[in-house]
Protein backbone atom coordinates (compact mmCIF):
# COMPACT_ATOMS: atom_id res chain seq x y z
CA UNK A 1 0.00 0.00 0.00
CA UNK A 2 0.79 3.29 -0.24
CA UNK A 3 3.12 4.59 2.25
CA UNK A 4 5.64 7.60 3.33
CA UNK A 5 8.90 6.34 5.62
CA UNK A 6 11.52 7.60 7.35
CA UNK A 7 14.24 5.44 7.65
CA UNK A 8 15.65 6.87 11.19
CA UNK A 9 13.14 7.54 14.13
CA UNK A 10 16.01 9.34 16.11
CA UNK A 11 19.09 11.54 15.13
CA UNK A 12 21.68 13.28 17.29
CA UNK A 13 24.10 15.73 15.65
CA UNK A 14 26.27 17.86 17.28
CA UNK A 15 26.03 22.04 16.81
CA UNK A 16 27.60 23.34 14.16
CA UNK A 17 27.64 20.12 11.79
CA UNK A 18 25.28 19.36 9.18
CA UNK A 19 22.57 16.65 9.58
CA UNK A 20 20.50 14.51 6.91
CA UNK A 21 17.16 13.26 6.99
CA UNK A 22 15.65 11.18 4.81
CA UNK A 23 12.35 10.20 4.03
CA UNK A 24 11.03 6.94 1.46
CA UNK A 25 7.59 7.19 -0.17
CA UNK A 26 6.26 4.34 -1.66
CA UNK A 27 3.80 5.89 -4.20
CA UNK A 28 5.54 7.17 -7.88
CA UNK A 29 1.95 9.02 -8.18
CA UNK A 30 3.59 11.30 -5.64
CA UNK A 31 4.54 14.94 -7.09
CA UNK A 32 4.79 17.38 -4.56
CA UNK A 33 6.51 17.13 -0.99
CA UNK A 34 6.92 18.75 1.99
CA UNK A 35 8.95 18.97 5.38
CA UNK A 36 7.60 20.12 8.47
CA UNK A 37 9.57 20.47 11.79
CA UNK A 38 7.56 20.23 14.94
CA UNK A 39 8.77 21.43 18.47
CA UNK A 40 7.29 20.33 21.60
CA UNK A 41 4.45 21.63 22.20
CA UNK A 42 3.69 23.05 19.20
CA UNK A 43 1.57 22.47 15.58
CA UNK A 44 3.71 21.42 12.80
CA UNK A 45 5.49 24.50 10.73
CA UNK A 46 6.36 24.43 7.32
CA UNK A 47 10.21 24.44 6.41
CA UNK A 48 10.49 23.82 2.33
CA UNK A 49 8.68 21.59 -0.34
CA UNK A 50 9.48 20.63 -3.78
CA UNK A 51 7.40 19.12 -6.63
CA UNK A 52 8.85 15.74 -8.65
CA UNK A 53 9.98 18.15 -11.64
CA UNK A 54 12.68 19.32 -9.47
CA UNK A 55 15.52 17.53 -7.47
CA UNK A 56 16.60 19.60 -5.45
CA UNK A 57 15.53 23.17 -3.43
CA UNK A 58 17.72 25.20 -1.29
CA UNK A 59 16.28 27.48 1.29
CA UNK A 60 17.79 29.28 4.27
CA UNK A 61 20.66 26.64 5.70
CA UNK A 62 17.58 23.99 4.48
CA UNK A 63 18.33 21.71 1.41
CA UNK A 64 15.56 18.98 0.06
CA UNK A 65 16.69 16.79 -2.46
CA UNK A 66 14.27 14.26 -4.00
CA UNK A 67 15.44 11.33 -6.18
CA UNK A 68 12.66 10.04 -7.74
CA UNK A 69 14.33 6.86 -9.12
CA UNK A 70 14.52 5.28 -6.12
CA UNK A 71 11.99 7.31 -4.75
CA UNK A 72 13.60 9.12 -1.90
CA UNK A 73 13.43 12.65 -0.19
CA UNK A 74 16.14 13.79 2.54
CA UNK A 75 16.01 16.92 4.05
CA UNK A 76 19.66 18.82 4.44
CA UNK A 77 19.98 20.83 7.59
CA UNK A 78 23.59 22.92 7.31
CA UNK A 79 25.55 24.18 10.55
CA UNK A 80 22.88 23.28 12.88
CA UNK A 81 21.37 25.09 16.02
CA UNK A 82 20.18 23.96 19.07
CA UNK A 83 16.76 25.30 18.12
CA UNK A 84 16.88 22.24 15.17
CA UNK A 85 15.98 19.96 18.29
CA UNK A 86 12.14 19.69 16.95
CA UNK A 87 11.03 16.13 15.09
CA UNK A 88 11.26 16.38 11.10
CA UNK A 89 7.75 15.15 9.17
CA UNK A 90 7.60 14.29 5.41
CA UNK A 91 4.94 15.22 3.91
CA UNK A 92 3.21 13.98 -0.11
CA UNK A 93 0.91 14.23 -2.25
CA UNK A 94 -0.52 12.88 -5.23
CA UNK A 95 -2.31 14.05 -8.39
CA UNK A 96 -1.17 17.76 -8.08
CA UNK A 97 -4.04 19.69 -6.45
CA UNK A 98 -5.15 16.70 -4.28
CA UNK A 99 -6.00 18.48 -1.00
CA UNK A 100 -4.83 15.42 1.02
CA UNK A 101 -1.40 15.74 2.74
CA UNK A 102 0.09 12.42 4.03
CA UNK A 103 2.39 12.90 6.81
CA UNK A 104 5.56 10.31 7.11
CA UNK A 105 6.46 9.11 10.01
CA UNK A 106 8.87 11.58 11.38
CA UNK A 107 12.41 11.99 12.84
CA UNK A 108 13.64 13.35 15.97
CA UNK A 109 16.29 15.48 15.80
CA UNK A 110 18.57 16.36 18.82
CA UNK A 111 20.92 18.84 18.38
CA UNK A 112 23.64 18.51 21.18
CA UNK A 113 25.67 21.72 22.45
CA UNK B 1 -1.25 38.01 11.63
CA UNK B 2 0.32 34.48 10.57
CA UNK B 3 -1.24 33.16 13.74
CA UNK B 4 -3.81 29.95 14.24
CA UNK B 5 -5.26 30.01 17.86
CA UNK B 6 -6.84 26.68 19.09
CA UNK B 7 -8.62 26.75 22.62
CA UNK B 8 -8.60 25.21 25.16
CA UNK B 9 -5.28 24.17 25.01
CA UNK B 10 -6.22 21.23 27.01
CA UNK B 11 -9.70 19.39 27.58
CA UNK B 12 -10.62 16.33 29.92
CA UNK B 13 -14.10 14.68 29.50
CA UNK B 14 -15.68 11.78 30.15
CA UNK B 15 -17.24 9.32 27.68
CA UNK B 16 -21.06 10.60 28.13
CA UNK B 17 -19.55 14.04 27.88
CA UNK B 18 -20.37 16.58 25.33
CA UNK B 19 -17.73 19.83 24.03
CA UNK B 20 -16.69 21.30 21.07
CA UNK B 21 -13.21 22.19 20.47
CA UNK B 22 -12.32 25.62 18.73
CA UNK B 23 -10.26 27.36 16.11
CA UNK B 24 -9.50 30.46 14.95
CA UNK B 25 -7.60 32.46 11.83
CA UNK B 26 -7.43 35.74 10.48
CA UNK B 27 -5.26 35.33 7.39
CA UNK B 28 -8.32 35.36 4.87
CA UNK B 29 -7.53 31.44 4.28
CA UNK B 30 -10.40 29.86 2.26
CA UNK B 31 -9.26 26.17 3.60
CA UNK B 32 -9.46 24.85 7.42
CA UNK B 33 -8.13 21.43 8.25
CA UNK B 34 -8.77 19.13 11.52
CA UNK B 35 -6.10 16.54 12.33
CA UNK B 36 -5.46 13.85 14.81
CA UNK B 37 -1.92 13.12 16.12
CA UNK B 38 -1.39 10.44 18.84
CA UNK B 39 1.70 10.82 20.40
CA UNK B 40 5.21 9.80 18.52
CA UNK B 41 2.75 9.47 15.30
CA UNK B 42 2.22 11.86 12.16
CA UNK B 43 -0.58 14.14 12.14
CA UNK B 44 -3.54 12.86 10.18
CA UNK B 45 -6.18 14.12 8.61
CA UNK B 46 -9.74 14.15 9.44
CA UNK B 47 -11.73 17.05 8.00
CA UNK B 48 -10.61 19.95 5.40
CA UNK B 49 -13.45 22.66 4.56
CA UNK B 50 -12.95 24.50 1.45
CA UNK B 51 -14.82 27.75 1.06
CA UNK B 52 -16.64 26.86 4.35
CA UNK B 53 -17.91 23.56 2.41
CA UNK B 54 -17.04 20.08 3.80
CA UNK B 55 -14.92 18.66 1.19
CA UNK B 56 -13.03 15.98 2.85
CA UNK B 57 -14.03 13.59 5.47
CA UNK B 58 -11.60 11.05 6.36
CA UNK B 59 -13.83 8.33 7.33
CA UNK B 60 -14.26 9.69 10.75
CA UNK B 61 -16.41 8.34 13.27
CA UNK B 62 -19.80 10.52 13.84
CA UNK B 63 -18.84 10.89 17.32
CA UNK B 64 -16.33 13.71 15.33
CA UNK B 65 -18.73 16.61 14.15
CA UNK B 66 -17.35 19.29 12.29
CA UNK B 67 -18.54 22.83 11.59
CA UNK B 68 -17.43 26.05 9.53
CA UNK B 69 -19.44 28.63 10.77
CA UNK B 70 -17.55 31.18 8.71
CA UNK B 71 -14.72 31.77 7.04
CA UNK B 72 -12.18 32.33 10.16
CA UNK B 73 -13.84 29.80 12.63
CA UNK B 74 -13.56 26.03 12.32
CA UNK B 75 -15.03 24.08 15.13
CA UNK B 76 -15.00 20.60 16.08
CA UNK B 77 -17.88 19.14 18.58
CA UNK B 78 -17.23 15.74 20.45
CA UNK B 79 -19.79 13.67 21.52
CA UNK B 80 -19.50 10.22 23.05
CA UNK B 81 -15.85 9.62 22.74
CA UNK B 82 -14.12 6.77 23.65
CA UNK B 83 -10.70 6.53 25.74
CA UNK B 84 -8.14 5.88 22.11
CA UNK B 85 -9.76 9.66 21.19
CA UNK B 86 -7.23 10.46 23.95
CA UNK B 87 -4.62 12.79 21.33
CA UNK B 88 -3.48 16.12 19.75
CA UNK B 89 -5.89 17.81 17.79
CA UNK B 90 -3.89 20.16 15.50
CA UNK B 91 -6.28 22.59 13.46
CA UNK B 92 -4.63 24.13 10.30
CA UNK B 93 -5.77 26.54 7.44
CA UNK B 94 -4.40 27.62 3.64
CA UNK B 95 -5.34 30.32 1.36
CA UNK B 96 -6.54 27.58 -1.16
CA UNK B 97 -6.86 23.99 0.16
CA UNK B 98 -4.72 23.05 -3.23
CA UNK B 99 -1.70 21.34 -1.21
CA UNK B 100 0.88 24.09 -2.85
CA UNK B 101 -0.36 26.52 -1.01
CA UNK B 102 1.03 26.42 2.89
CA UNK B 103 -1.12 24.99 5.59
CA UNK B 104 -0.51 26.93 8.57
CA UNK B 105 -1.33 24.78 11.83
CA UNK B 106 -2.01 25.83 15.30
CA UNK B 107 -0.53 24.53 18.83
CA UNK B 108 -3.33 22.15 18.83
CA UNK B 109 -5.28 20.99 22.03
CA UNK B 110 -4.54 18.08 23.67
CA UNK B 111 -7.85 15.59 24.92
CA UNK B 112 -7.68 13.32 26.98
CA UNK B 113 -10.74 11.35 27.23
CA UNK B 114 -11.66 9.14 30.64
Known amino acids: GESVGLHLPTLSVQEGDNSIINCAYS??????FIWYKQESGKGPQFIID?????DKRQGQRVTVLLNKTVKHLSLQIAATQPGDSAVYFC????????????FGTGTRLTIIP | DTEVTQTPKHLVMGMTNKKSLKCEQH?????MYWYKQKAKKPPELMFV???????INESVPSRFSPECPNSSLLNLHLHALQPEDSALYLC?????????????FGPGTRLTVT
Open chain 1, 27 to 32: NSASDY
Open chain 2, 49 to 55: YSYEKLS
Open chain 2, 27 to 31: MGHRA
Open chain 1, 91 to 102: AETHNFGNEKLT
Open chain 1, 50 to 54: IRSNM
Open chain 2, 92 to 104: ASSQDSRPSYEQY
